[in-house]
């Protein structure tokens, strides 16, 4: 959705310059039609299967994206009370929710449960016990499912990476059948699935597979033991092409490699994808503010910084860099791109072949959809950036720019 035309960068049939300008930079900008692709190619390539498409709210929860899911029929993975709160602002339907996470509070969970979300996705006994002791509290059931770690490597960056024994995340699946065998003595808890989420961008999905596999095959052996599991719960995971050399399986692909292996009669296929719904749906827009040599180095240095998006200085990560104007001749410098926060680790790429733009000139960072203004912070006392949502030839600020009076909010002298 983000293509030239006539040597300018548009988003739909929006010129990204003239969001630059009015919107001022930096600025994230969405383009609400590639997220609804996503989403509906997830939906359409599970066809028949009964299935649930839980976007991971996690990867970016502003409210008009997650309103746009919401209308075309997605469900939600949550991670936090907070997220919960967006998604119904959003006017997501709560039954339509899983809660994830290793460490949920008990205000959270009472959340969760006085609003009737589909269920939670459990990390151990003790969140198991809680929960029960909630649930009893308020005299309803919870249903759950334990996240099992498959022991499975998704190859990919370590911090993002989940699915291995020595990862503080899910439950062994060899302690599993126990666990689910003791999970019958809580009175108020419903076992109705099994999950697992072995990482996030990953490239090849075999050991998705891999992973899908084991946990189908516990399945078989909790439904012999007569527990009453409907679903399973595959996580999310697919990765996204952020340079021309990543080879991503696209979504329909991962799905009908996922359905040819499940294939089993009567069991709901839940999955939670964030950030192939919404990576490739997104671009930070950034101003060129100066060019500046050393005798080491040339640097470009534009105004959005790690704070507007971390994932460079946090994992090394590549996001391609363009103009919004395409010059004529195409010159290109080899530069870092470096935002303005007092850190050496404050880049947005290094050693970057890119064209030889001047001060004023605008830029956009490539697939930044997802977990980009997600993670943003305020560090340096920087605003966070405001938010776009492009449908066809319209825009509007999703998310206004934020002010210096915002900075301070809650704060007292
Ligand atoms: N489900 C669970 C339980 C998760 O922990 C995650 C992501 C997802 C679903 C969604 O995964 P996805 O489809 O987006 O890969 N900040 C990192 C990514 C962290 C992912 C955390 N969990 C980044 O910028 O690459």
């Given amino acids: 959705m983000f293509e030239y035309c006539e040597r ?46 839980c976007y991971a709210v996690k990867a970016n929860s502003t409210l008009a994206v997650l ?12 991670v936090s009370g907070g997220e919960l709160y967006r998604v119904l602002q959003a006017g997501g339907d709560p039954a339509r929710v899983v809660f994830s996470g290793v460490g949920k509070t008990a205000p959270e969970i009472r959340f969760a449960l006085t609003n009737g979300i589909a269920g939670f996705n459990c990390e151990s006994e003790a969140e198991l016990a809680e929960i029960d002791a909630i649930a009893e509290r308020l005299g309803v059931a919870a249903r759950f499912s334990l996240r099992v770690n498959p022991d499975v490597d998704a190859a990919t960056h370590p911090y993002i990476s989940t699915g291995l024994r020595g990862h503080k995340f899910g439950v062994d699946i060899e302690a599993a059948e126990h ?79 996922l359905r040819g292996r499940i294939g089993r009669d009567g069991l709901t296929v839940v999955v ?24 080491a180095k040339e640097f470009v ?17 590549h996001h391609d860099i363009l103009p919004l104007r395409q010059p004529e001749a195409s010159t290109t410098v080899l530069a870092d791109v470096v935002g303005p926060i007092c850190e050496t680790g404050d880049f947005l790429a290094r050693d ?48 206004e720019r934020e002010t210096y009076a915002d900075l301070i909010r809650g704060e007292t002298k």
């Fill in 301 to 317: 240095v534009v105004d959005a910084a790690m704070n507007d998006l971390i994932r460079p200085a946090l994992y090394r990560s």
């Fill in 272 to 295: 939670e994808p964030g950030r192939s719904i919404v990576g490739s749906a997104g671009v930070l827009l950034t101003r060129v503010l100066h060019r500046k040599k050393t005798p």
């Fill in 67 to 78: 309103s746009l899911l919401a209308k075309a029929g997605a469900g939600f993975d949550i």
């Fill in 8 to 53: 300018r960068l548009r988003c739909e049939q929006v010129d990204l310059d003239e969001i630059a300008r009015s919107a001022g930079t930096p600025c994230y900008v969405y383009s609400s039609r590639a997220i609804l692709d996503a989403y509906e190619a997830y939906d359409d390539a599970f066809g028949d299967v009964p299935h649930m498409v």
């Fill in 179 to 257: 666990l689910y065998r003791r999970a019958r003595s809580f009175r108020h808890l419903r076992a109705t699935g099994v999950s697992c989420h072995i990482g996030s961008q990953i490239l090849d999905i075999s050991p998705i597979l891999e992973a899908a596999e084991k946990v189908l095959a516990l399945i078989e052996r909790l439904q012999a033991e007569g527990h009453e599991i409907d679903h399973v719960d595959l996580g999310g995971g697919l990765g996204i092409a952020y340079q021309a050399a990543d080879r991503a399986p696209g979504i329909r692909e991962f799905i009908q490699q």
């Fill in 352 to 399: 970057r072949e890119l064209v030889d733009v001047r001060p004023g000139k605008y830029l956009a960072i490539a697939s930044a959809g997802a977990y980009g203004f997600a993670q943003a912070s305020n560090y340096n006392s920087r605003p966070r950036a405001a938010e776009v949502l492009v449908e066809g030839d319209r825009w509007r600020v999703i998310r």
